[in-house]
């Protein structure tokens, strides 16, 4: 897998690379206590529905704000964008609307994908997500790449910065998982498929991004959604799907072995 993005770092291989993962789970979820699960080959044909309905849209080309909240529909959103020709402005859907206006400002982006009606100026699209979803099965559908990923930092430190990522820079940091295999076989094996990953981190996140969605899936592993990331929902979600790997900020780590600990 790795040669192959090797010889090819652009975004469209390592779509093909996820797509022939197959029906391998690429998430895992409990709607109430039923545990449901979406293979990858459904993940990426689901990013088609999603390109092609954004495409009938007639949308400006550039940027598209993504503000949906992590969820297991996410990837194939985050796709679907890139598939549709568009670039990426990854989004936290909780922030207030005058910060996401801002943002969007600063990214020239004149169209965002949310769960809700949000407080924005008038010359911003607003799309709902639910459009996307109930979108019919796409046929033959022929993508446009976007090149153009963007994430935004906190703004703890002052105001919200944009960084852009294009496809190469994403392709490396999948690339990654060789360094991690040659570091410690037991966190990257030689087939990872069938191993589940908590997708803790928020998706808007650099690390939530890199890490949770762009690693985990160039290796094949599944990702768990959490319904909330209240501690009863965080227990009950891994006792359904117990996972084998953790990706998080260091504060987490460090609160995580105090407690073992004590």
């Known amino acids: 897998v790795c040669a192959r993005l090797e010889a090819d770092k652009t975004l469209a291989t390592l779509f093909d690379i996820l797509r022939d993962y197959g029906e391998t789970p690429a998430a895992l979820w409990l709607k109430g ?39 297991h529909d996410w990837p194939s959103l985050y796709w679907g964008v890139m598939r549709s020709g568009h670039n990426a402005l990854l989004l936290d859907a909780s922030a207030a609307d005058n910060v996401i206006q801002g943002l969007l400002n600063e990214a020239n982006c004149r169209q965002i994908i949310s769960r809700k009606p949000r407080g924005l100026s ?18 033959g559908f022929n993508p446009v790449w976007g090149e153009y990923t963007a994430m935004c930092t906190s703004g703890t430190t002052g105001n919200s910065r944009i960084f852009a990522y294009n496809g190469e ?57 959490l319904q909330d990331r209240t501690p009863n929902s965080i227990i009950n979600t891994c006792r359904h799907f117990p996972p084998n790997m953790l990706i998080v900020v260091p504060l987490l780590g460090n609160s995580l072995v105090r407690s073992v600990e004590k």
């Open 122 to 139: 008038g010359n911003v699209r607003q799309i709902d997500f639910k459009t996307l979803k109930d979108a019919p099965r796409a046929i």
């Open 169 to 225: 820079a994403i392709c490396e940091q999948a690339l990654n998982c060789i360094t991690l295999h040659k570091a410690n076989k037991r966190i990257v094996k030689d087939d990872n498929r069938g191993r589940k990953m908590l997708a803790f981190l928020p998706f808007h996140h650099v690390l939530g991004f890199m890490g949770n969605m762009i690693l985990a899936q160039v290796m094949g592993t599944s990702g768990i959604y």
């Open 33 to 71: 206590e039923q545990e449901l699960s979406c293979s990858y080959a459904e993940m990426t044909r689901r990013a088609d529905d999603f390109a092609a309905c954004l495409t009938s849209m007639d949308l400006e080309d550039g940027w598209i704000g993504i503000a949906v909240d992590t969820c």
